[in-house]
């Protein structure tokens, strides 16, 4: 009898074995992980797309976005994914398309925006139209901003179409216009006008970056939330006269004092969540030196001459920490020899997330204290919310991405200084998250600027990067 049990007993482990085995290899064969897309030729082929994007000039104004999103349907068309198109004016056309899941959960939306700043032709030494290949980088007006990220993202549309992964989210892709300045025709069309066919749960944008320094990926920065660009104007007016006679009221006089004192302010320091984990994430990654300055930043007997310090050698570390006041244009007069009644400047205000506005502005008017100068601070803009959480299914997925692809570096949370798209999907709820390309210090001063360009080999790791975070949160467990 005994042994009859334990008989019986063996065979049904055994039966248990041979099910669990089963059940294990049919759940590994589920998981993006068990099929490895061949990383050089989506790399590749994402370098021809980016090239073919860069040719299409998009500058805006005028935008002509429609042609960019037209190549980019074609290419989909070919794949047997379905796009649209859609336009709020002729010319200013935003694509979506889009992967269907199972609709466990909510989609999962990447996007970038396909029309470019202007160039200065003549300050560039490659043709900024051209996509020209050189010394390990693809140069052209649009491959950091924003076309680099529409053709990385394109290919991991395609990678997961073409290896036919199984999703219980949608994967949406939007090409969009008009980011650089003229948000009406791109993310606000399609938000108030076509919401279901972007709405999401989680979006990559840009605005993050992958700083490689010394040769190495020094860190991974995904920006969770964002400085908002507010305008003000300055307006001097006094009496208008002869040159041949100076006048104490001279319009250009009061507007210069007023301006130099508005563009040597530095506002007060406010650190938040996502500066302070920024701060402490990247201090083991930085020199010594660099280090015990984010430790004494917060020091009252130090503070002040680190935020002077970072003032005149850290830009971008100063104006994450505060609101930022940049003087850009100045007009005033008409001929040599007149005292004009007006004089004008214009200031680029970048706000931090919990800016007082109208405290803000008042701080101006008395910095100036100048009743000829009036201070105009315009209160529109792209919306102000909450920074996306950092402990979110998506940001852990990218931090797993990171360590895949760079096991050596780390994910910090960023504080954008520039404007994205993504601050109207935060508005709508959505957890957005800016993702940049590989990039030393040189290459982001090449953003908006002469001889823009991405590293080959860095748009190639991005897809990967990419393809992993958006698989593992998508995919069908």
């Known amino acids: 009898m005994r042994s009859r049990f334990t008989q019986q007993h063996t065979r049904f482990r055994a039966t248990a074995v041979v099910l669990w085995v089963a059940l294990t290899v049919a759940a590994f064969a589920q998981q993006p992980a068990a099929v490895s897309p061949d990383w050089t030729r989506a790399r590749d082929e994402a370098l021809q797309l980016l090239g073919d994007l860069i040719r299409i000039d998009t500058t805006n104004p005028p935008g002509n976005e429609t042609k960019a999103a037209a190549y980019i349907k074609s290419v989909l068309d070919k794949e047997g994914i379905p796009a649209k198109i859609f336009e709020l004016e002729p010319g200013r056309g935003n694509l979506v398309a889009r992967l269907k899941g199972n609709g466990a959960k909510k989609p999962i939306l990447m996007m970038a ?177 660099e280090a015990a300055l984010f430790a004494q930043l917060k020091d009252p007997k130090e503070t002040e001459r680190v935020q002077e310090l970072f003032r005149q050698k850290y830009l971008g570390y100063n104006t994450m920490i505060r609101t930022s006041i940049s003087p850009t244009i100045i007009n005033g007069g008409f001929r040599t020899n007149v005292i004009p009644a007006e004089a004008e400047a214009t200031l680029d205000i970048r706000v931090l997330p919990d800016e007082d506005l109208d405290a803000l502005e008042a701080t101006l008017r008395a910095v100036i204290n100048d009743p000829a100068v009036e201070v105009k601070l315009s209160r529109t803009g792209r919306p102000i919310s909450p920074p996306s959480p950092t402990d979110s299914q998506m940001y852990r997925a990218l ?19 520039g404007a994205t798209d993504m601050a109207q999907l935060r508005a709508k709820g959505v957890q957005a998250y800016g993702l940049g390309n590989v990039m030393t210090e040189e290459d982001s001063d090449r953003i908006h600027g002469n001889d823009e360009r991405i590293s080959v080999e860095g748009l190639g790791q991005f897809i990967e990067y990419v393809y992993r975070a958006v698989a593992e949160v998508a995919a069908t467990k």
């Open 113 to 289: 925006h396909l029309d470019v700043v202007g160039v200065e032709r003549d300050k560039w030494t490659v043709e900024p139209f051209g996509g020209v290949i050189r010394d390990g980088y693809i140069y052209g007006r649009g491959a950091a901003d924003n076309k680099g990220k529409a053709a990385g993202y394109l290919e991991v549309l395609l990678l997961l179409h073409r290896l036919k992964i199984p999703l219980e989210r949608d994967i949406i892709y939007l090409a969009q216009a008009g980011e650089e300045s003229t948000p009406r025709v791109g993310i606000e069309f399609m938000i108030a006008r076509h919401w279901d066919e972007i709405a999401c749960e989680f979006a990559l944008d840009e605005g993050g970056i992958m700083r490689r320094k010394d040769g190495r990926i020094q860190y991974v920065g995904i920006a969770t939330t964002e400085k908002s660009p507010r305008s003000a104007r300055l307006i001097a007016r006094g009496t208008p006269g002869h040159g041949s006679r100076p006048r104490p009221d001279n319009a250009i006089v009061h507007l210069a004092a007023a301006v130099a004192k508005v563009g040597t302010l530095q506002l007060p320091m406010r650190l938040n969540e996502t500066t302070e984990a920024f701060f402490r994430g990247l201090a083991p990654r930085v020199p010594p030196e």
């Open 399 to 417: 931090e797993r991405a990171q360590a895949a692809v760079f096991p050596d570096s780390v994910t910090v949370p960023l504080l954008l200084a």
